[in-house]
Nanobody
């Protein structure tokens, strides 16, 4: 069992940066690949970024590639999402998720554990 807690969300102006954190407890975080997803009001949850168990591989949604960076500190049981050049369309609740697969795809069905989410708001 893994417990995930996100933090770092907030309200920022367009063009600003935020860094989200996802702290895990339970089994060591190196046992799971990790992903970030987001859900805007009235929309489906969508994939944002993913990172393999060892951190060697990463993947991004087209909408965030070049602006967001996922990383992990295995010894600290923490995964980060550095978000730069934020846009109003980035406004959403951001969730981190853990998967038993070494490097899962972008489908939420491939992830086994989820956090409660942290709100990111970028006013237009």
């Amino acid at each position: 069992q893994v417990q995930l807690v996100e933090s770092g969300g907030g309200l920022v102006q367009a063009g600003a940066s935020l860094r989200l954190s996802c702290a895990s407890s339970g089994r060591t975080s190196g046992s799971y690949a990790m992903g970030w997803f987001r859900q805007a009001p009235g929309k489906e949850r969508e994939f944002v970024a993913r990172i393999s168990k060892t951190g060697d591989f990463t993947g991004y949604a087209v909408s965030v590639k070049g602006r967001f960076t996922i990383s992990r500190a295995i010894a600290e049981n923490t995964v980060y999402l550095q978000m730069n050049s934020l846009l109003p369309e980035d406004t959403a609740v951001y969730f981190c998720a853990a998967a038993r697969l070494h490097f899962p795809g972008p489908s939420s069905y491939e992830y086994d554990y989820w956090g409660q989410g942290t709100q990111v708001t970028v006013p237009s």
